[in-house]
């Protein structure tokens, strides 16, 4: 079955703290994979996307997600986070030929202090 | 500004009663989704149109009816037949084809009362 899965369900950080937050998927195919943020209060929005090409693909806000295809992950880095960042993180999978869905992990809830 | 308006931000319900969800965007794409969004579970694809006049059931479509006569609208039907329909829903649209995200609306929160 097509499945996106978060690891990490609530992380807490202190400013300047690296950030990483797990994604692996189970899709059979190719794959186009996504990290939506949802501030507080405000609408989802893309925050990264890998289509091909470099699986190193950087994003807004110096967000940074890794393709690791044999691992099937798309793991969310972050070298030094600020309180701003507090948000809830969600990594989606669509398959590249069958568009018509995007399928989400449950969320992972940040929470950066100063 | 190009964009996706979800009205009303929040709706309650009584028990029994139909309520319509208003999507509309002005971004000029093909495709338009509805997501039910629940804490610890995730986005959840109800219902999807790729084109006017066309939609398809997503993982969760019973208890719910969406209508896409045109090409900027696509609303939500939550009817009584839905037994949990407290939640946060979401409304999304993108082009059709390969690699194109999804853009999201802000979102309407329905209570029961």
């Known amino acids: 079955a097509q499945s996106v899965s978060q690891h990490n369900h609530h992380v807490i950080l202190s400013e300047a703290a690296s950030l990483e937050l797990g994604c692996n998927y189970s899709?059979?195919?190719?794959?186009?994979l996504f990290w939506y943020v949802q501030y507080p209060g405000q609408h989802l929005q893309l925050l990264l996307k890998?289509?091909?090409?470099?699986?190193l693909v950087k994003g807004i806000k110096g967000f940074e997600a890794e393709f690791i295809k044999s691992k099937f992950s798309f793991n969310l880095r972050k070298p030094s986070v600020q309180w701003s960042d507090t948000a809830e993180y969600f990594c989606?999978?669509?398959?590249?030929?069958?568009?018509?869905?995007?399928?989400f992990g449950t969320g992972t809830r940040l929470q950066v202090f100063p | 500004d190009g964009g996706i308006t979800q009205s009303p931000k929040y709706l309650f319900r009584k028990e029994g009663q139909n309520v319509t969800l208003s999507c509309e965007q002005n971004?000029?794409?093909?495709?338009m989704y509805w997501y039910r969004q629940d804490p610890g579970q995730g986005l959840r694809l109800i219902y999807y149109?790729?084109?006017?006049?066309?939609?398809q059931k997503g993982d969760i479509a019973e208890g719910y009816s969406v209508s896409r006569e045109k090409k900027e609208s696509f609303p939500l039907t939550v009817t009584s037949a839905q037994k949990n329909p407290t939640a946060f829903y979401l409304c999304?649209?993108?082009?059709?084809?390969?690699?194109?995200?999804?853009?999201f609306g802000d979102g309407t929160r329905l209570s029961i009362l």
């Open positions: 999304a649209s993108s082009r059709t084809g390969q690699n194109q995200p999804q853009h």
């Open positions: 899709y059979g195919g190719t794959v186009n």
């Open positions: 890998y289509f091909s090409g470099d699986p």
């Open positions: 989606a999978v669509m398959g590249s030929y069958n568009t018509d869905k995007l399928i």
């Open positions: 971004l000029n794409h093909d495709a």
């Open positions: 149109s790729q084109i006017v006049n066309d939609f």
